[in-house]
């Protein structure tokens, strides 16, 4: 079977005055559909841009990038905006909402720069709230939520397309542990559904829910492991 | 929703927010808008009474005046030593077919008396054709006829001024009995009222006689026959140029001025005469064209700049787009939108003001309003133009934003 995600040799280089500074140092690895991979490492270890590349925001200096079957480090910028808006889903750490914009018109957006029909966007927008416990809150304003709320909203959005791939850069990094613990069962409920999820964190704790543990280390992988635990979040979730 | 309709609702409220902001960028382009709207419609309520008033003098009329030509046009020959006569004119009916009706005029002010009433006035000494010429009909009465002319009749016929003066408004004089220069005249008619001309000479103060008369009997002649005026009615408007060269060939050959000597008269038409009016109108539209298009450029600017800080301050927003899947020019169109937007309020500002300006400027002016559909749609598809030019490189500066810088812009 082939893997959603697979990469080769990958690098990311970048110009810091005369000399370059190499983010990524050739970096390979697959990750098959469904998998929950969690990818740890210090700040500046290349973390962060292997999530970028993988969430086709970032294009790799060298080396191979495939994604469901094609080869997207070489795409243009429109394609891989598709690509973003119809296959990818993110969550980030800061959340992300446009601000002054309605849950509904922000978990709507995906839909609209994808050009779904109009009707469908609000139905479908709905039920993405719904799926993370916001129903009734649609009309709220990001300023008007709570954190974890927030937080929630961004995933609304970022499923509301059923993306193959959900990218999540520390989306428990802003929140108090008990709210980390609600934001990581959704994200264990969506694994369960079938979703991929590739989730970079630094706390050893919220990496324990994925079943998957790539540890970067000055832009390389220095560990690919599969603990024993693996899946705890299986007994998380009631 | 679909993406042009987000697009519109995500500037609006972006200009909603910063209402100060965005009424202060736009001031620009209401104040073009307000002065070119203003402009156009002053400029052609004022052409308009010119045109009345130049119609008024009648159409297709040419004039025939003692004097030559300079390169820079007519000079002013009215008056002077008058060289024209009755011959000419007459030859002129006979022989130039592009020209159907002539009369010529002697004319002198004099002091027209009434009983115990006396007013200066314009006597004007014409043939019976003169009211044909001029396409001017009487009010009462009659104008005095071929016989009274070849009789030397004392016979008067008073414009509406000269009525006014010496009767009183409303009063009907025909029948009366009026003293030129001690001369006594019975007023036979009263012409209409024709108003001022466009250079504010009032062409109803004049006391008409025939010519005969008053040649012989009022104004006195040195040379018999001289005229100081000819008139001629072109058959048709496409015939003026014809009948003047017409006139020209005639009178030359009746002065016996040799190939390439200087005629010792000009013709002029009435249409050159509202074309130079007109042309003096359009010099001034030019110039206050410039300036509306200067405070256009102003306000482009002030769009421009202002757009810049609203991408600056929305870099996070643009980058939270581009994740979701927004592509370039979805970027691109949101912020071209921003800044048509706020152009076209401008813009629909500018026309309200401009309309309002000429509104007050005519009433005071007593000119009729006459708003310009073409100025108002052109000038708001200007605006709109205006923030599509000086929106563009704003919103492409967004578009090409590093989606990853984006997201992390505090």
Redesign the interface.
């Known amino acids: 079977m082939e893997p959603l995600v697979e990469v080769r040799e990958l690098w990311r280089v970048y110009p810091m005055g005369d000399s370059e500074v190499a983010a990524l140092r050739g970096v390979s690895c697959r990750i098959d559909a469904g998998e929950w991979v969690a990818v740890m490492g210090a700040s500046g270890s290349g973390k962060s841009t292997f999530l ?1 590349v993988l ?1 086709c ?2 294009r790799p200096s060298r080396g191979s990038h495939r994604f469901a079957g094609r080869e997207v480090a070489t795409l243009s ?2 394609e891989r ?2 690509i ?3 296959e990818l889903g ?1 969550v ?1 750490q800061s959340f ?6 309605s849950a509904l ?1 922000n978990v ?3 839909l ?4 779904v029909p ?1 009707r469908e ?1 609000e139905r479908r927008a709905r039920e993405a709230l719904a799926s993370v416990g916001l129903a009734g809150r649609e009309h709220h304003l990001p300023s008007q939520l709570s954190g974890g709320q927030q937080q929630r909203v961004a995933i609304a ?1 970022a499923l509301v397309q059923r993306p193959r791939l959900l990218l999540a850069d520390e989306p428990t990094g802003n929140l108090d542990s008990r709210t980390s613990v609600e934001i990581l069962d959704i994200l264990a409920g969506l694994h369960r559904s079938g979703i991929t999820i590739v989730m970079v964190t630094h706390e050893a704790d919220v990496a324990a829910f994925a079943e998957r543990i790539l540890t970067f280390r000055d832009g390389e992988i220095v560990s690919d492991e599969r603990p024993e635990h693996a899946g705890a979040s299986r007994s998380v979730a009631p | 929703m679909t993406l042009l309709r987000m697009s519109i609702r995500t500037a609006l409220r972006a200009l909603r927010r910063n209402k100060l902001r965005s009424s202060l960028t736009m001031l620009g382009i209401v104040i073009g808008v307000a002065a070119v709207i203003a402009m156009v419609s002053i400029g052609q309520g004022a052409n308009a009474v010119v045109r009345e008033q130049i119609s008024s003098l009648g159409t297709d009329l040419l004039m025939v005046i003692p004097g030559a030509t300079t390169a820079s046009g007519a000079r002013s020959g009215w008056g002077g030593a008058s060289t024209l006569t009755v011959g000419d004119g007459q030859a002129i009916a006979r022989d130039a077919s592009a020209v159907d009706e002539v009369a010529w005029m002697r004319r002198q002010v004099v002091q027209v008396v009434s009983g115990d009433r006396n007013w200066s006035t314009v006597a004007q000494g014409v043939p019976p054709s003169y009211p044909l010429v001029r396409d001017w009909p009487l009010t009462s009465g009659s104008f005095f006829s071929e016989r009274d002319e070849e009789t030397a009749q004392r016979v008067a016929v008073l414009g509406r001024s000269v009525v006014e003066n010496l009767f009183g408004v409303g009063v009907d004089p025909v029948g009366e009995t009026i003293r030129i220069r001690d001369v006594p005249f019975r007023v036979v008619g009263v012409l209409a009222g024709k108003g001022q001309t466009a250079f504010g000479q009032d062409q109803d103060d004049v006391v008409m006689m025939p010519f005969s008369t008053a040649e012989r009997r009022v104004l006195g002649a040195k040379l018999v026959g001289n005229v100081d005026l000819i008139f001629a009615r072109a058959a048709s408007s496409d015939s003026i140029p014809e009948a003047i060269e017409q006139i020209t060939r005639i009178v030359r050959e009746r002065h016996r001025t040799q190939p390439g000597e200087e005629s010792d008269f000009t013709v002029r038409s009435l249409n050159d005469m509202a074309e130079a009016q007109q042309t003096t109108t359009r010099v001034l539209s030019l110039l206050l064209l410039l300036v509306a298009s200067i405070s256009l450029l102003v306000g482009g600017i002030g769009i421009m700049n202002i757009l810049l800080v609203s991408v600056t301050e929305r870099t996070r927003e643009i980058g939270i787009r581009m994740a979701v899947g927004a592509r370039e020019r979805h970027i691109l169109v949101q912020f071209l939108v921003e800044a048509v937007a706020l152009a076209l309020a401008g813009g629909i500002v500018g026309v309200v003001l401009g309309a309002l300006v000429a509104f007050a400027v005519s009433r005071v002016a007593g000119w009729p309003v006459l708003l310009s559909p073409a100025a108002i749609v052109g000038s708001v598809v200007f605006s709109a133009l205006v923030g599509t030019f000086f929106g563009f490189y704003p919103a492409r500066r967004a578009a090409r934003l590093d989606p990853i810088a984006a997201l992390r812009y505090e």
């Open positions: 970028n969430g925001l970032d910028s429109d905006a598709s973003r808006g119809r993110f980030f992300q909402l446009i601000p002054r914009t018109e709507e957006l995906p609209v720069y994808s050009e109009a966007q959005r």
